[in-house]
């Protein structure tokens, strides 16, 4: 057992964080795995920045330090970057509310992070029902950016790019969460500001379905 924490002892993880189910249930997942989280949220002028208040809440319930980066994406381009596309539950292949690049910018300053301060891995959310709308949520783009890291990086493949949900559905991460221990009441979702979720949105309309699916109650409607 001595040996066992000796190995664990010290070992370092960026998680990305954004106030939502799945990376709030990557995160608990890191620490189940034994490591120092240090939590990366973006702000990046989206237009739910409600959710940068339910990360940082995450952070400090986990006890785990957070930094939080500011960034801009001038050139639009999403539904979560330009307030004159509506937000409603879309049927396109590829929803407005994809940020092109958005995944690649964030894996790369995690990335700097982590190199920078000795960490072994990242932790990122992404999970089967982005990837099927979202073109940097698929597994063979992760694969693709772990060569990248390897590559591009002095450590080389000393980091790790983890997705402990990628292949797991809402309910099967809300499950997971609860098991975990995971805060979920103080998760946020929608893609819209305000004190209660529009439920409305793509993002409002898998969390429902999720919780419905998992048999419990949302505790953030409570």
Same mark, same amino acid.
Request: glycine share 8%; hydrophobic share 40%.
């Given at each position: 057992?001595?040996?066992?924490?000796?190995?664990?002892?010290?070992?370092?993880?960026?998680?990305?964080?954004?106030?939502?189910?799945?990376?709030?249930?990557?995160?608990?997942?890191?620490?189940?795995?034994?490591?120092?989280? *240090?939590?990366? %949220? =973006?702000?990046?002028?989206?237009?739910?920045?409600? $959710?940068?208040?339910? /990360? !940082? &809440? #995450?952070?400090?319930?986990?006890?785990?330090?957070?930094?939080?980066?500011?960034?801009?994406?001038?050139?639009?381009?999403?539904?979560?970057?330009?307030?004159?596309?509506?937000?409603?539950?879309?049927?396109?292949?590829?929803?407005?509310?994809?940020?092109?690049? *958005?995944?690649? %910018? =964030?894996?790369?300053?995690?990335?700097?992070?982590? $190199?920078?301060?000795? /960490? !072994? &891995? #990242?932790?990122?959310?992404?999970?089967?029902?982005?990837?099927?709308?979202?073109?940097?949520?698929?597994?063979?783009?992760?694969?693709?950016?772990?060569?990248?890291?390897?590559?591009?990086?002095?450590?080389?493949?000393?980091?790790?790019?983890?997705?402990?949900?990628?292949?797991?559905?809402?309910?099967?991460?809300?499950?997971?969460?609860?098991?975990?221990?995971?805060?979920?009441?103080?998760?946020?979702?929608?893609?819209?500001?305000?004190?209660?979720?529009?439920?409305?949105?793509?993002?409002?309309?898998?969390?429902?379905?999720?919780?419905?699916?998992?048999?419990?109650?949302?505790?953030?409607?409570?």
């Amino acid at each position: 057992m001595k040996n066992k924490q000796a190995c664990l002892a010290g070992r370092q993880a960026v998680v990305l964080l954004s106030g939502g189910l799945d990376s709030a249930v990557a995160l608990y997942q890191a620490k189940k795995q034994g490591f120092e989280c *240090r939590c990366l %949220i =973006f702000d990046y002028k989206q237009r739910h920045r409600r $959710e940068l208040k339910s /990360a !940082q &809440a #995450i952070a400090r319930y986990a006890g785990c330090k957070a930094e939080l980066l500011k960034i801009s994406l001038p050139w639009k381009g999403s539904a979560l970057l330009d307030k004159r596309i509506k937000l409603k539950k879309s049927h396109e292949k590829i929803p407005a509310t994809y940020v092109p690049g *958005r995944n690649i %910018i =964030f894996l790369s300053c995690a990335l700097s992070f982590a $190199e920078t301060i000795g /960490a !072994q &891995a #990242i932790f990122i959310g992404a999970h089967i029902e982005d990837y099927s709308g979202y073109p940097d949520c698929r597994p063979e783009f992760f694969r693709a950016f772990s060569r990248v890291a390897a590559i591009g990086t002095k450590v080389g493949n000393r980091i790790r790019i983890i997705n402990p949900v990628l292949r797991k559905n809402k309910a099967q991460i809300i499950n997971l969460g609860k098991k975990l221990g995971v805060p979920l009441r103080l998760t946020w979702s929608c893609y819209k500001g305000g004190e209660r979720p529009c439920g409305k949105c793509d993002s409002c309309f898998y969390r429902a379905k999720g919780f419905k699916e998992a048999g419990m109650e949302d505790p953030a409607l409570k």
